[in-house]
Every structure is written in C-alpha cells, then in structure tokens.
C-alpha cells in the first residue's frame, strides 16, 4: 500500500503551508519529520475510534491534522511556520489500531510515504 504525500515548499517565517496525504485506509495515520542530521520525530497522529488528535509539543497550537474518510486523505495544515520547521514530512500508516503510549514512536507505523520537503525561511 503506496502513502502519497504532497503539499510541501519554501514558505518564509510566520508562513502557512498545508501537506496532503493519500492512502488506501486512512484509519489510523501519523506524520512525522526529519531535518538533516536528526532523528525522525513524531509531529501528529490520529487512530480508529478515537476522537483525539495527538500533537507534539512542538507543533500544538500552530498545526492541524484533519482526516477526510470518504476521500482517504489527511491533511496537515501548519500556520505560523518557524525556521525549525524545516525537515521532510513523511505521513505513515497503521494497519491495526496502534496504543497511544506508541503512537509518538515511528517503529509503530507500518507504511510510509516518500516524505515531501519543507523548507522555512528566516
């Protein structure tokens, strides 16, 4: 099962960009994302049955993850973008439902998209 994300660009501080991601089942689904020389890190996820969008800290307040089943897309909406933004944004998917204590860990999500770059500029 192929994740494609899309959305990504050079946007300036303060900035607003929104990436998309098509699956096949988008159920349970994450995006993470990783700067240069840096571990990939948890940004958001959403999982069957549950009404909460878990976000990190990082992120909260400034980022949105949005699911639309009928179209199995997700979307993340960022607004107020920073420099330290800066990274490839992979969205992942799980097949079954993943724990909440895991869902901040990539080893927890099967499938993962190509990533679509993100740069913001200072």
């Known amino acids: 099962v192929q994740l494609q994300a899309s959305g990504g660009g050079l946007v300036q501080a303060g900035g607003s960009l929104r990436l998309s991601c098509a699956a096949s089942?988008?159920?349970?689904m994450a995006w993470f994302r990783q700067a240069p020389g840096k571990e990939r890190e948890f940004v958001a996820a959403?999982?069957?049955?549950?009404?909460?969008?878990y976000y990190a800290d990082s992120v909260k307040g400034r980022f949105t993850m949005s699911r639309d089943m009928a179209e199995n897309t997700v979307r993340l909406q960022m607004h107020s973008l920073k420099p330290e933004d800066t990274a490839v944004y992979y969205c992942?998917?799980?097949?079954?439902?993943?724990?909440?204590?895991?869902?901040?860990?990539?080893?927890?999500?099967?499938?993962w998209g190509q990533g679509t770059q993100v740069t913001v500029s200072s």
């Open positions: 959403v999982r069957r049955g549950d009404t909460n969008t």
């Open positions: 089942d988008v159920a349970n």
């Open positions: 992942a998917r799980k097949v079954n439902r993943p724990i909440s204590s895991a869902l901040r860990s990539a080893s927890t999500w099967d499938v």
